[in-house]
T-cell receptor, first 118, second 112 residues
Framework: NAGVTQTPKFRVLKTGQSMTLLCAQD?????MYWYRQDPGMGLRLIHY???????AKGEVPDGYNVSRLKKQNFLLGLESAAPSQTSVYFC?????????????????FGPGTRLTVL | GQQLNQSPQSMFIQEGEDVSMNCTSS?????WLWYKQDPGEGPVLLIA?????ELTSNGRLTAQFGITRKDSFLNISASIPSDVGIYFC????????????FGEGTQLTVNP
């Protein structure tokens, strides 16, 4: 299994440009998450999904949109990029709690996408 | 916003020394997780704690779930250069559904 993969790994945008970050997981996980990581601020949740066709807002959703058309993919979109969105973006997934108690809350992370908005 | 206070923010130690870091909260958590992030990589789970008072080890790492359910600590014994990275605590509350709350991270530097 490849686990959680993210595309692209690096990207530089100009202010106002749009782009989509792709997250894919091959573990048949129900839940998927998008975080951003900024220095000294840990991981902040942008949006998440509890299943195919569903999405919900996290802690910092403004300026982002998401879609979960297929169970294995979770897309994060920036419609009009701003310098404040310069960050490292991580995708994560986890199985439904019913599968195994010891996997109750653990999230599996992708390698990240480093985005710079000029 | 953030509900977990993680300390220290950074540590600079010599190889072979022991390390201790902790997370505290004013709220109760039913799960504590400790992750490590290597430079340029995503976080990887080190230890998961599911019961108050639980003490769990993973090699040179030991973590405990506080009895009050409001704190957790992580110890690393006999540090080595590859321990370098950012260590995050994360907690889960029943009221937060499928979401985790993350601490701000502890940046660990190990000098050979």
């Amino acid at each position: 299994n490849a686990g959680v993969t993210q595309t692209p790994k690096f990207r530089v945008l100009k202010t106002g440009q749009s782009m989509t970050l792709l997250c894919a997981q091959d573990m048949n996980h129900e839940y998927m998450y998008w975080y951003r990581q900024d220095p000294g601020m840990g991981l902040r949740l942008i949006h998440y999904s509890v299943g195919e066709g569903t999405t919900a807002k996290g802690e910092v959703p403004d300026g982002y949109n998401v879609s979960r058309l297929k169970k294995q993919n979770f897309l994060l979109g920036l419609e009009s990029a701003a310098p404040s969105q310069t960050s490292v973006y991580f995708c994560a997934s986890r199985p439904d709690r019913g599968l195994a108690e010891f996997l109750h809350n653990e999230q599996f992370f992708g390698p990240g996408t480093r985005l710079t908005v000029l | 916003g953030q509900q977990l206070n993680q300390s220290p923010q950074s540590m600079f130690i010599q190889e072979g020394e022991d390390v201790s870091m902790n997370c505290t909260s004013s709220s109760i958590f039913n799960t504590w997780l400790w992750y490590k992030q290597d430079p340029g990589e995503g976080p990887v789970l080190l230890i998961a704690l599911y019961k108050a008072g639980e003490l769990t080890s993973n090699g040179r790492l030991t973590a405990q779930f506080g009895i009050t359910r409001k704190d957790s600590f992580l110890n690393i014994s006999a540090s080595i250069p590859s321990d370098v990275g950012i260590y995050f605590c994360a907690g889960h509350q029943e009221t937060s559904g499928s979401r985790l709350t993350f601490g701000e991270g502890t940046q660990l530097t190990v000098n050979p």
